[in-house]
């Protein structure tokens, strides 16, 4: 358990809906970063937040959001949903090593299924 | 542009029978690479960092090490509990993105 936690589990939804993703970083960690896990790109960064703040955007898409928390916890914001949405997503929280790389912990994921 | 290349894609392994898989990188400014190991439908587990050539890091039946191009995560006399994904990670960002290859599926038999 790395103490990131991310809900729900799963999720099943229609093309052109919207749904809200949620994350909660382990006890102290203060950013946040969003991963998109689909079969065919493998595990692509889409954007991390840093006590509130937006510090990097990888490839995410217009249609995708997100927001961080005064409690810290993050949520992922994604609307008008593709087929080609349906992906794992993870959320990790970091750590700055002693070596001054920012070790990164994730969470079990949200399955989204978008039909 | 950042690059990470895993190899080989997928491994099928006897118990016991030791092998390396490897991570090739290109990067400006490497702060850091990463392995993880990952369970079908899991998070990712964080397993190393490792920072500079030369640097290596064990874990039971895994060691890690580091070149100026390469990675290489050696399983020695695998068990079947070792079967899962390893991924290779690279961190060049300031604020820690990770740029991940695409995995070596292991698959230890008994």
């Known amino acids: 358990d790395s103490g990131v936690t991310q809900t729900p589990k799963h999720l099943i939804t229609a093309t052109g809906q919207r749904v809200t993703l949620r994350c909660s970083p382990r006890?102290?960690?203060?950013?946040v970063y969003w991963y998109q896990q689909s079969l065919d790109q493998g595990l692509q960064f889409l954007i991390q937040?840093?006590?509130?703040?937006?510090?990097a955007k990888g490839n995410i898409l217009e249609r995708f959001s997100a927001q961080q928390f005064p409690d810290l916890h993050s949520e992922l914001n994604l609307s008008s949903l593709e087929l080609g949405d349906s992906a794992l997503y993870f959320c990790?929280?970091?750590?700055?090593?002693?070596?001054?790389?920012?070790?990164?912990?994730f969470g079990p994921g949200t399955r989204l299924t978008v039909t | 542009e950042d690059q990470v290349t895993q190899s080989p894609e997928a491994l099928r392994l006897q118990e016991g029978e030791s092998s390396s898989l490897n991570c090739s990188y290109t990067?400006?400014?490497?702060?850091?690479l990463f392995w993880y190991r990952q369970d079908p439908g899991k998070g990712p587990e964080f397993l190393f960092t490792?920072?500079?050539a030369g640097e290596e890091k064990e874990k039971e039946r895994l060691k890690a090490t580091l070149t100026k191009k390469e990675s290489f995560l050696h399983i020695t006399a695998p068990k079947p509990e070792d079967s899962a994904t390893y991924l290779c990670?690279?961190?060049?960002?300031?604020?820690?993105?990770?740029?991940f290859g695409a995995g070596t599926q292991v698959v230890v038999t008994p």
């Open positions: 006890s102290g960690d203060l950013s």
């Open positions: 990067v400006s400014g490497l702060r850091g």
């Open positions: 990790a929280s970091s750590v700055l090593s002693s070596g001054g790389a920012y070790e990164q912990y």
């Open positions: 490792l920072y500079s």
């Open positions: 937040y840093y006590n509130g703040e937006e510090r």
């Open positions: 990670a690279v961190q060049a960002d300031s604020w820690g993105k990770l740029q």
